[in-house]
C-alpha cells in the first residue's frame, strides 16, 4: 500500500526530464544570465547545443559584446563600422581574429594577390588582467612612401607616452613582472577584404633592457613561414611580424628626471612605444609592398582553435626563428673570412710575382 503511494506521488521520470530541459528556460532568461557570461569558443559552442540556443548565439548584440570585452579597442568608431561589413557581422571578425595563424605545413598555399590598400589596427595591452593601453589607427597603406619605405605602424607618438598606475623599483624587476603578466593582442584589419588577424604571440617573447636609457623593449613576434618564392633555408623561407612596447618610468631610469616623475603623481611606468614590423630571416625589414604581400597570404592562410598551449609554440617558432637568424649571420661572416683571406691571399702572392719578375730583369 505504502508503495503504491510512493509511486503514484511520484511524477513519471519522463515528466521530471521534460522539466529540465533548455527549452523550459525562458529565452530572456538565457540570453541575459547565461550567454553573456559565456567566452567567445564557450558561445560558439553552445550555438551546436539546440536549435533554440543556436537562434540565441547568433545575435548579432551578443557577438558584439563579446568582441569590445575581449579587444576594447573594438569600440571604436572606426572599427565598429568596419566590424558591421563582415559577413556575418561581429561574430566573424572574432571567429577570424580569435583563432590563430596555422603553421606553414598545416596551411595550403595562397596564391600571391595585391595587398590591402588600407589597414586598421585595433591594439590592446594588459598586464596582470588589466587595461593598460588601448587604441585603434588606421594606415594609408596605398602611398608610394609607404610601399617603398620600412614597413613600420605605430599606434603611439614617442612624445605621446601613456601613463599608468603600474610602478616598480628597478628596471630588473620590471623586467621579470613585465615578461610574466604583460599581455598584447594587435588585431590587424583589411577593410575592403574584411578579414582580419591577430599578429600578437599574446606573451612577450623576449623582454630586452636598453643599455643607455634604461628602457624595457617587450617584443611579441607571430613568425609567418613558407613566404611565396622563399627557399628552403633562405632568408625569405620565413618573416617575423614583430610589435616591441617600449616601457619606462621607474626609479633609476634614465629617460625619466625627477620633474617627470612629479607630473601626474608621477613614477608609474609608461608606454612610451608601440610599432609593429616585419623583418627577414637576415634581420633586414622588409618595404611596405613586401610586407602587405606576406599579410596579405596571412590574411587567407588556414587558422585554428586557439589555445593555452598555442602561447608556447609561438614561442618556440620565435625562437626556431633567431637560431635560424643566427645560423645564417655565422655562416655569412664564415664565407666573408675565407673571401677576404682568399684575397689577401691573391694580393700577396700578385705583389711577390711582381717584385720576383723586377729582380730577375
Known amino acids: 500500500m505504502n508503495t503504491e503511494a510512493s509511486s503514484a506521488a511520484a511524477p513519471p521520470a519522463s515528466s521530471a526530464a521534460a522539466a529540465t530541459t533548455i527549452a523550459a528556460i525562458h529565452e530572456d532568461v538565457l540570453r541575459a544570465h547565461v550567454l553573456t557570461r559565456l567566452d567567445g569558443p564557450a558561445l560558439a559552442s553552445a550555438a551546436c547545443a539546440s536549435s533554440q540556443l543556436r537562434s540565441l548565439s547568433s545575435e548579432r548584440d551578443l557577438w558584439a559584446n563579446m568582441c569590445r570585452s575581449t579587444w576594447p579597442s573594438t569600440s571604436s568608431p572606426l572599427v565598429s563600422r568596419v566590424i558591421s561589413t563582415f559577413p556575418d557581422g561581429p561574430r566573424s571578425f572574432f571567429s577570424d581574429s580569435y583563432s590563430l595563424l596555422a603553421a606553414a605545413a598545416a596551411s595550403p598555399p595562397v596564391a600571391p594577390g595585391p595587398g590591402p590598400s588600407r589597414l586598421i589596427s585595433a591594439v590592446d595591452i594588459r598586464y596582470r588582467g588589466d587595461l593598460i593601453f588601448s587604441r585603434a589607427v588606421e594606415t594609408d597603406a596605398d602611398s608610394g612612401w609607404f610601399q617603398c619605405s620600412p614597413f613600420r605602424i605605430d599606434v603611439l607618438d614617442p612624445k605621446d607616452a601613456v601613463r599608468t598606475a603600474i610602478r616598480f623599483p628597478d628596471a630588473e624587476q620590471a623586467g621579470r613582472e613585465l615578461g610574466e603578466g604583460l599581455r598584447l593582442s594587435w588585431v590587424l584589419i583589411d577593410p575592403a577584404g574584411r578579414r582580419a588577424m591577430d599578429l600578437s604571440s599574446q606573451a612577450p617573447v623576449s623582454v630586452q633592457r636598453h643599455w643607455l636609457t634604461g628602457e624595457l623593449h617587450a617584443r611579441f613576434a607571430t613568425v609567418v613561414e613558407a613566404a611565396a618564392g622563399g627557399e628552403r633555408g633562405t632568408a625569405t ?125
Open 237 to 361: 623561407e620565413a618573416v617575423q611580424c614583430g610589435v616591441v612596447v617600449t616601457c619606462g618610468g621607474w626609479a633609476g631610469a634614465a629617460a625619466a628626471s625627477e620633474e617627470e616623475e612629479g607630473k601626474d603623481g608621477g613614477g608609474g611606468m609608461q608606454v612610451r612605444e608601440v610599432g609593429l614590423q616585419v623583418e627577414d630571416g637576415d634581420g633586414m625589414h622588409l618595404s611596405g609592398r613586401d610586407s602587405l604581400e606576406v599579410l596579405g597570404r596571412a590574411f587567407g592562410g588556414r587558422r585554428r582553435g586557439r589555445r593555452e598551449r598555442e602561447e608556447g609554440e609561438r614561442r618556440r617558432r620565435y625562437e626556431e626563428f633567431e637560431r635560424r637568424k643566427r645560423e645564417r649571420k655565422e655562416r655569412k661572416l664564415r664565407t666573408e673570412g675565407t673571401l677576404d683571406f682568399l684575397f689577401v691571399g691573391f694580393g700577396v702572392l700578385a705583389f711577390a710575382l711582381f717584385w720576383l719578375l723586377v729582380l730577375c730583369r
